[in-house]
T-cell receptor, first 114, second 118 residues
Framework: SQTIHQWPATLVQPVGSPLSLECTVE??????LYWYRQAAGRGLQLLFY??????ISSEVPQNLSASRPQDRQFILSSKKLLLSDSGFYLC?????????????FGPGTRLLVL | AQSVTQLGSHVSVSEGALVLLRCNYS??????LFWYVQYPNQGLQLLLK??????LVKGINGFEAEFKKSETSFHLTKPSAHMSDAAEYFC????????????????FGQGTILTVHP
Protein backbone atom coordinates (compact mmCIF):
# COMPACT_ATOMS: atom_id res chain seq x y z
CA SER A 1 0.00 0.00 0.00
CA GLN A 2 1.01 3.59 -0.48
CA THR A 3 2.16 5.85 2.34
CA ILE A 4 3.19 9.47 2.45
CA HIS A 5 5.57 10.97 4.98
CA GLN A 6 6.28 14.55 5.93
CA TRP A 7 8.88 15.98 8.25
CA PRO A 8 9.36 17.68 10.47
CA ALA A 9 5.97 17.57 12.14
CA THR A 10 6.44 20.93 13.83
CA LEU A 11 8.91 23.72 13.19
CA VAL A 12 9.51 27.10 14.82
CA GLN A 13 11.78 29.39 12.83
CA PRO A 14 12.85 33.02 13.13
CA VAL A 15 12.01 35.54 10.42
CA GLY A 16 14.71 35.60 7.75
CA SER A 17 15.87 32.03 8.33
CA PRO A 18 15.83 29.35 5.58
CA LEU A 19 13.28 26.57 5.32
CA SER A 20 13.29 23.03 4.03
CA LEU A 21 10.28 20.74 4.36
CA GLU A 22 10.41 17.24 2.95
CA CYS A 23 7.76 14.89 1.64
CA THR A 24 8.25 11.33 0.44
CA VAL A 25 5.84 8.79 -0.98
CA GLU A 26 6.22 5.03 -0.82
CA UNK A 27 4.50 2.25 -2.72
CA UNK A 28 3.87 4.02 -6.02
CA UNK A 29 5.82 5.22 -9.04
CA UNK A 30 5.69 8.49 -10.94
CA UNK A 31 3.07 10.09 -8.74
CA UNK A 32 1.81 13.64 -9.13
CA LEU A 33 2.90 15.58 -6.05
CA TYR A 34 1.40 18.67 -4.45
CA TRP A 35 2.21 21.22 -1.74
CA TYR A 36 -0.66 23.02 -0.02
CA ARG A 37 -0.71 25.63 2.71
CA GLN A 38 -3.50 25.91 5.22
CA ALA A 39 -3.60 29.21 7.06
CA ALA A 40 -6.04 29.80 9.90
CA GLY A 41 -9.51 30.48 8.54
CA ARG A 42 -8.38 30.46 4.90
CA GLY A 43 -8.92 26.91 3.70
CA LEU A 44 -6.38 25.10 1.56
CA GLN A 45 -4.23 26.90 -0.97
CA LEU A 46 -2.35 24.95 -3.63
CA LEU A 47 1.23 26.21 -3.76
CA PHE A 48 3.03 23.86 -6.17
CA TYR A 49 2.41 20.70 -8.11
CA UNK A 50 4.74 18.36 -9.99
CA UNK A 51 4.02 15.76 -12.64
CA UNK A 52 7.60 14.43 -12.79
CA UNK A 53 11.21 14.82 -11.67
CA UNK A 54 12.34 18.41 -12.10
CA UNK A 55 8.89 19.52 -13.30
CA ILE A 56 7.40 22.10 -10.95
CA SER A 57 4.43 24.36 -11.49
CA SER A 58 3.70 27.26 -9.17
CA GLU A 59 0.13 28.28 -8.49
CA VAL A 60 0.74 31.56 -6.69
CA PRO A 61 3.68 33.98 -6.52
CA GLN A 62 5.33 33.78 -3.14
CA ASN A 63 8.41 33.52 -1.01
CA LEU A 64 8.60 29.75 -1.41
CA SER A 65 10.02 27.34 -3.97
CA ALA A 66 9.69 23.62 -4.57
CA SER A 67 11.93 20.94 -6.01
CA ARG A 68 11.56 17.30 -6.95
CA PRO A 69 15.03 15.74 -7.01
CA GLN A 70 13.72 12.16 -7.06
CA ASP A 71 10.55 10.50 -8.32
CA ARG A 72 8.94 10.21 -4.90
CA GLN A 73 10.52 13.14 -3.08
CA PHE A 74 9.11 16.66 -2.97
CA ILE A 75 10.81 19.51 -1.10
CA LEU A 76 9.45 22.89 -0.12
CA SER A 77 12.03 25.61 0.51
CA SER A 78 12.57 29.23 1.31
CA LYS A 79 15.73 31.30 1.50
CA LYS A 80 14.28 33.82 3.96
CA LEU A 81 11.08 33.17 5.89
CA LEU A 82 8.44 35.83 6.41
CA LEU A 83 5.92 36.03 9.22
CA SER A 84 3.21 35.37 6.64
CA ASP A 85 4.76 31.99 5.84
CA SER A 86 3.37 30.59 9.10
CA GLY A 87 0.77 27.87 8.57
CA PHE A 88 0.12 24.19 8.19
CA TYR A 89 1.82 22.69 5.14
CA LEU A 90 0.37 19.61 3.53
CA CYS A 91 1.91 17.38 0.90
CA UNK A 92 -0.31 15.19 -1.26
CA UNK A 93 0.06 12.68 -4.06
CA UNK A 94 -2.13 11.27 -6.82
CA UNK A 95 -1.43 8.39 -9.15
CA UNK A 96 -0.64 10.57 -12.14
CA UNK A 97 -2.62 8.42 -14.52
CA UNK A 98 -5.42 10.89 -15.04
CA UNK A 99 -9.04 10.09 -14.49
CA UNK A 100 -10.28 10.95 -11.04
CA UNK A 101 -6.90 12.14 -9.77
CA UNK A 102 -7.80 11.35 -6.18
CA UNK A 103 -5.33 13.06 -3.89
CA UNK A 104 -4.00 11.51 -0.69
CA PHE A 105 -2.54 13.73 1.98
CA GLY A 106 0.37 13.47 4.37
CA PRO A 107 0.22 14.28 8.11
CA GLY A 108 1.36 17.88 7.60
CA THR A 109 4.02 20.20 9.03
CA ARG A 110 3.07 23.01 11.39
CA LEU A 111 5.36 26.01 10.74
CA LEU A 112 5.48 28.98 13.07
CA VAL A 113 7.62 31.93 12.02
CA LEU A 114 8.47 34.33 14.84
CA ALA B 1 -12.98 26.99 -14.03
CA GLN B 2 -14.48 25.20 -11.08
CA SER B 3 -15.48 26.35 -7.62
CA VAL B 4 -16.92 24.96 -4.41
CA THR B 5 -19.13 26.59 -1.81
CA GLN B 6 -19.69 25.04 1.59
CA LEU B 7 -22.70 26.54 3.30
CA GLY B 8 -21.99 27.12 6.97
CA SER B 9 -18.49 27.40 8.36
CA HIS B 10 -19.69 25.85 11.65
CA VAL B 11 -22.33 23.18 12.23
CA SER B 12 -23.31 21.95 15.67
CA VAL B 13 -25.35 18.80 16.36
CA SER B 14 -26.19 16.62 19.32
CA GLU B 15 -24.81 13.12 19.59
CA GLY B 16 -27.19 10.77 17.78
CA ALA B 17 -28.65 13.51 15.57
CA LEU B 18 -28.51 13.72 11.79
CA VAL B 19 -25.40 15.33 10.32
CA LEU B 20 -25.89 17.39 7.15
CA LEU B 21 -22.99 19.33 5.65
CA ARG B 22 -23.79 21.26 2.50
CA CYS B 23 -21.65 21.59 -0.60
CA ASN B 24 -22.46 23.21 -3.94
CA TYR B 25 -20.11 23.23 -6.87
CA SER B 26 -19.65 24.99 -10.16
CA UNK B 27 -18.02 23.26 -13.10
CA UNK B 28 -18.22 23.64 -16.86
CA UNK B 29 -17.63 19.91 -17.41
CA UNK B 30 -18.80 16.82 -15.48
CA UNK B 31 -17.05 16.98 -12.12
CA UNK B 32 -15.43 14.54 -9.80
CA LEU B 33 -16.41 15.38 -6.21
CA PHE B 34 -14.76 14.57 -2.91
CA TRP B 35 -15.28 14.94 0.81
CA TYR B 36 -12.29 15.00 3.12
CA VAL B 37 -12.14 15.10 6.92
CA GLN B 38 -9.41 16.75 8.96
CA TYR B 39 -8.92 16.12 12.66
CA PRO B 40 -6.93 18.70 14.65
CA ASN B 41 -3.26 18.92 13.63
CA GLN B 42 -3.61 16.10 11.12
CA GLY B 43 -3.68 15.79 7.36
CA LEU B 44 -6.81 15.33 5.27
CA GLN B 45 -8.39 11.91 5.07
CA LEU B 46 -10.57 10.92 2.13
CA LEU B 47 -14.15 10.18 3.28
CA LEU B 48 -15.74 9.44 -0.08
CA LYS B 49 -15.74 10.42 -3.72
CA UNK B 50 -18.07 10.58 -6.68
CA UNK B 51 -16.68 9.88 -10.13
CA UNK B 52 -19.32 8.32 -12.38
CA UNK B 53 -22.20 5.90 -11.99
CA UNK B 54 -24.30 5.66 -8.84
CA UNK B 55 -25.08 9.12 -7.51
CA LEU B 56 -25.36 7.99 -3.88
CA VAL B 57 -21.87 7.37 -2.60
CA LYS B 58 -21.05 5.63 0.66
CA GLY B 59 -17.86 6.38 2.52
CA ILE B 60 -16.04 5.54 5.69
CA ASN B 61 -17.36 6.05 9.22
CA GLY B 62 -21.01 5.82 8.12
CA PHE B 63 -20.99 8.93 5.92
CA GLU B 64 -22.62 9.18 2.53
CA ALA B 65 -23.18 11.87 -0.08
CA GLU B 66 -25.49 12.24 -3.04
CA PHE B 67 -24.52 13.87 -6.31
CA LYS B 68 -27.42 15.95 -7.62
CA LYS B 69 -26.54 17.39 -10.99
CA SER B 70 -29.72 19.47 -11.27
CA GLU B 71 -28.93 21.17 -7.97
CA THR B 72 -25.13 21.18 -8.47
CA SER B 73 -24.86 19.79 -4.96
CA PHE B 74 -22.93 17.09 -3.13
CA HIS B 75 -24.16 17.24 0.47
CA LEU B 76 -22.63 14.99 3.11
CA THR B 77 -24.85 13.17 5.58
CA LYS B 78 -24.65 10.73 8.47
CA PRO B 79 -27.81 9.43 10.17
CA SER B 80 -26.45 9.51 13.71
CA ALA B 81 -23.59 11.71 14.88
CA HIS B 82 -20.89 10.38 17.15
CA MET B 83 -18.55 12.39 19.32
CA SER B 84 -15.64 11.13 17.24
CA ASP B 85 -17.12 12.86 14.15
CA ALA B 86 -16.09 16.27 15.50
CA ALA B 87 -13.63 17.59 12.91
CA GLU B 88 -13.37 19.90 9.93
CA TYR B 89 -14.84 18.71 6.65
CA PHE B 90 -13.81 19.83 3.19
CA CYS B 91 -15.67 19.42 -0.07
CA UNK B 92 -13.56 19.45 -3.23
CA UNK B 93 -14.02 19.27 -6.99
CA UNK B 94 -11.82 18.38 -9.92
CA UNK B 95 -12.53 17.82 -13.56
CA UNK B 96 -9.84 15.18 -14.00
CA UNK B 97 -8.03 14.58 -17.25
CA UNK B 98 -10.91 15.86 -19.33
CA UNK B 99 -10.41 19.30 -17.89
CA UNK B 100 -7.33 20.30 -19.86
CA UNK B 101 -5.46 22.83 -17.78
CA UNK B 102 -7.42 21.77 -14.71
CA UNK B 103 -5.88 18.33 -14.89
CA UNK B 104 -5.15 16.91 -11.47
CA UNK B 105 -6.01 20.06 -9.56
CA UNK B 106 -8.45 19.95 -6.69
CA UNK B 107 -10.46 23.02 -5.78
CA PHE B 108 -11.49 23.03 -2.11
CA GLY B 109 -14.30 24.67 -0.25
CA GLN B 110 -13.51 26.75 2.80
CA GLY B 111 -14.37 23.93 5.19
CA THR B 112 -17.09 23.26 7.76
CA ILE B 113 -16.24 22.65 11.39
CA LEU B 114 -18.56 20.03 12.89
CA THR B 115 -19.12 20.13 16.64
CA VAL B 116 -20.93 17.25 18.36
CA HIS B 117 -22.52 17.86 21.75
CA PRO B 118 -23.16 15.05 24.23
Amino acid sequence: SQTIHQWPATLVQPVGSPLSLECTVEGTSNPNLYWYRQAAGRGLQLLFYSVGIGQISSEVPQNLSASRPQDRQFILSSKKLLLSDSGFYLCAWSDGLGGTETQYFGPGTRLLVL
Amino acid sequence: AQSVTQLGSHVSVSEGALVLLRCNYSSSVPPYLFWYVQYPNQGLQLLLKYTTGATLVKGINGFEAEFKKSETSFHLTKPSAHMSDAAEYFCAVTVGIAGGTSYGKLTFGQGTILTVHP
